[in-house]
C-alpha cells in the first residue's frame, strides 16, 4: 500500500463491537480484569498501554515502514526517553545545529547523568574522526535537513559509516516519510516532534519514534512505560486524524515551497542588494541538492521549509498579513519568523554567526494556502518595505 492509504486505514479498521467506522477515544484508565492478574486483554493500565495510542502507534510504524512505534507526550519526551537507553559513559555525536530545545535536554540536563556530547557538522570526515576520537560512542543524532539552514546530510552515507554498536537516530520531524524515510537508508530510529507535519494543525504536543529491532523495541516499551512521558488518549484521537491527510498535505506543502523558493530566486537576480540567498534543498543552487534528491522517498520532495537572507527582513515580514509571524512550523496555515529573533534567540551568538543565522536570514514553513495567495502576500510586503 502507499503512504498515503495507510495513512488512512491502518490503526482505523472498524470496531469490533459497533462497526463505528471511526474507532471510539479509549479514555479509560484501567481494564477490567477475569482473575487477580489475568487481565481480559493486552490493556492493564493505560501508561503501559491503551487501545487509542495503539491505534496511532500502528498507523507510524506502518507510514516510517518499520515493525514498532511509540508516541510521547511530546517531540522532547520522545529524544528523552531514548537517552534513557544510554547508561553514564557513554558518548552521543549530535549535528551541530540540531534543534534548539534538542541541544538544550543534551547539554544542560541529559550530560548532568554522565553522558558527554559531540557537535559536529557531517561534512568530509569529520564523522569519522568524531568515533575514532570517542570509541564509547554509542548513538547518532542527526537531523536533516537542519534548522533553520536547511544543510542536508546523506543519511545513507552516515549509516554506512556508523559502527554496528552504535545507533543512528534520525530526526525526521522536518520531512516526514511522506517526503523521508531514514529507516530506508539505514537509520536505527527515527524520531518526530508531531507537533510539526504529522498532526499538521498546530493544535497538539506530541513526539514518536519508529524502528524495526525488536530487542530495541522491548527496551523502549519499557522505557516508555517506567519513564511515563505518555501522551493523552484525545491527543492521539486528534494526531491520527491529522495523518488521515498527510500525502495531500505534504505535496502540497513541497509544491508550494518549490514555487516560493524559484519566485525568491528570480526577485534576488532583479534585487541582488535586497534578497541575498535563497536557501531550498529543491533548488539545483542548494549547495547539497543532489544529497536531498538521494534522500527524499519521492521525486520532488524536498519539503516545506524555506530559508531566504533579506535586508530589513524584521519590516518585510511586519507587513505580511497571510503569513502569521509565529515559531514552530508544519501546520496547514503558513508560518514566517526571524530565527535569529525569534526560534534561535538562545543560540549564543557566536555559534548563530558561526551558522550563517543572523537578523537578515527569515524562515518560512510554507502552508497548503492558494501559493498565488502566498506569493501575492509577499511581493506586497516586499513592495511596501521597499517604498519606505
Ligand atoms: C519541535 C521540534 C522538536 C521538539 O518537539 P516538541 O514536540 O516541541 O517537544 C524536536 N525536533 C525538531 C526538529 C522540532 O522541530
Given at each position: ?173 522536518f520531512m516526514t516519510p511522506y517526503c523521508q524515510q531514514p529507516l530506508k537508508l539505514g537509520a536505527h530510529i527515527v524520531m518526530h516532534s508531531m507537533s510539526k507535519y504529522l498532526n499538521g494543525h498546530s493544535d497538539v504536543i506530541m513526539g514518536a519514534v519508529a524502528l524495526r529491532d525488536r530487542a530495541l523495541a522491548d527496551r ?44 525568491l530566486e528570480q526577485r534576488s537576480r532583479m534585487e541582488p542588494k535586497r534578497i541575498h540567498r535563497v536557501i531550498y534543498p529543491g533548488l539545483a543552487s542548494h549547495p547539497q541538492h543532489e544529497v536531498a534528491k538521494r534522500n527524499a522517498a519521492r521525486p520532488g520532495a524536498f519539503g516545506g521549509m524555506i530559508a531566504f537572507s ?79
Amino acid at each position: 500500500m502507499d503512504l498515503g492509504t495507510k495513512a488512512i486505514h491502518v490503526g482505523q479498521e472498524p470496531d469490533e463491537a459497533t462497526g463505528a467506522v471511526i474507532p471510539p477515544i479509549s479514555l479509560s484508565t484501567t481494564f477490567a480484569q477475569l482473575a487477580p492478574g489475568t487481565p481480559r486483554s493486552h490493556y492493564d493500565y493505560a501508561r503501559s498501554n491503551n487501545p487509542t495510542r495503539e491505534n496511532l502507534e500502528r498507523c507510524i510504524a506502518a507510514l516510517e515502514e518499520a515493525e514498532f512505534a511509540f508516541v510521547f507526550s511530546s517531540g522532547l519526551g520522545a529524544t528523552t526517553t531514548l537517552l534513557h537507553l544510554l547508561s553514564s559513559g557513554d558518548h552521543v555525536i549530535c549535528i551541530d545545529d540540531v534543534y534548539g530545545g534538542t541541544q538544550r535536554y543534551f547539554r544542560n540536563v541529559a550530560a548532568r547523568f554522565g553522558v558527554t556530547f559531540s557537535f559536529i557538522d557531517f561534512e568530509g570526515d569529520a564523522y569519522p574522526k568524531a568515533l575514532a576520537e570517542h570509541p564509547n560512542t554509542r548513538m547518532v543524532w542527526l537531523e536533516s535537513p537542519t534548522n533553520p539552514t536547511l544543510r542536508v546530510t546523506d543519511i545513507a552515507m552516515v549509516a554506512k559509516q556508523t559502527p554496528p554498536r552504535v545507533l543512528l537516530v534520525v530526526d525526521n520531524t522536518f520531512m516526514t516519510p511522506y517526503c523521508q524515510q531514514p529507516l530506508k537508508l539505514g537509520a536505527h530510529i527515527v524520531m518526530h516532534s508531531m507537533s510539526k507535519y504529522l498532526n499538521g494543525h498546530s493544535d497538539v504536543i506530541m513526539g514518536a519514534v519508529a524502528l524495526r529491532d525488536r530487542a530495541l523495541a522491548d527496551r523502549l516499551r519499557y522505557l516508555q512505560n517506567a519513564l511515563g512521558a505518555v501522551p493523552s488518549a484525545f491527543d492521539c484521537y486528534l494526531v491520527h486524524r491529522g495523518l488521515k491527510t498527510l500525502a495531500v498535505r505534504m505535496e502540497r506543502h513541497c509544491d508550494n515551497a518549490m514555487k516560493i523558493a524559484e519566485w525568491l530566486e528570480q526577485r534576488s537576480r532583479m534585487e541582488p542588494k535586497r534578497i541575498h540567498r535563497v536557501i531550498y534543498p529543491g533548488l539545483a543552487s542548494h549547495p547539497q541538492h543532489e544529497v536531498a534528491k538521494r534522500n527524499a522517498a519521492r521525486p520532488g520532495a524536498f519539503g516545506g521549509m524555506i530559508a531566504f537572507s533579506m535586508d530589513n527582513a524584521a519590516e518585510c515580514l511586519s507587513r505580511m498579513r497571510l503569513s502569521t509571524l509565529a515559531e514552530s512550523l508544519g501546520g496547514v496555515e503558513s508560518l514566517i519568523e526571524v530565527p535569529a529573533l525569534m526560534t534561535h534567540q538562545s543560540v549564543p551568538a557566536a555559534e548563530r554567526e558561526r551558522l550563517g543565522i543572523d537578523e537578515r536570514l527569515v524562515r518560512w514553513s510554507v502552508g497548503i494556502e492558494a501559493v498565488g495567495d502566498l506569493l501575492r502576500d509577499l511581493q506586497d510586503a516586499l513592495d511596501a518595505s521597499n517604498a519606505s
